[in-house]
């Protein structure tokens, strides 16, 4: 399973419910870098020293940094959910039959109402 890191700005009850489907997820606040205003680009750099892919709802960012460094190990960039249940869900569908997501930007969005 894909190994994830969760910026700062990602909710922690989504993490909970990831962690709950077998995700292997590190917060910021695990990595003891929360609070602390670290760049994106930092960010991204420290999942892949960790060899993980970097889930964040910082959409603009993490798209342009994407086309910037092509060797990192996945960037997942969510539209805000709410719906906890449903945005792990979601989440969960979109990486569910991924074997590796090595370079890949993946997008989740909120389901239309």
């Not at 449903?86 to 890949?104: H, P, Y």
Request: one cysteine or more; aromatic letters at 8%.
């Amino acid at each position: 399973m894909i190994k994830l890191y969760a910026d700062e700005n990602f909710e922690f009850p989504v993490v909970r419910r990831l962690r709950e489907k077998g995700y292997d997820i590190l917060t910021t606040r695990e990595a003891g870098k929360d609070n602390q205003s670290i760049p994106d680009e930092e960010v991204l750099e420290f999942a892949i020293s960790q060899n993980r892919a970097v889930i964040t709802l910082n959409y603009n960012h993490f798209k342009n940094l994407h086309k910037q460094v092509r060797t990192h190990k996945g960037i997942i960039i969510c539209s805000r959910n709410d719906d906890w249940d449903n945005f792990a869900d979601c989440i969960d569908m979109a990486l569910r039959n991924e074997e590796s997501i090595d370079g890949k930007l993946i997008r989740v969005n909120r389901p239309a109402k």
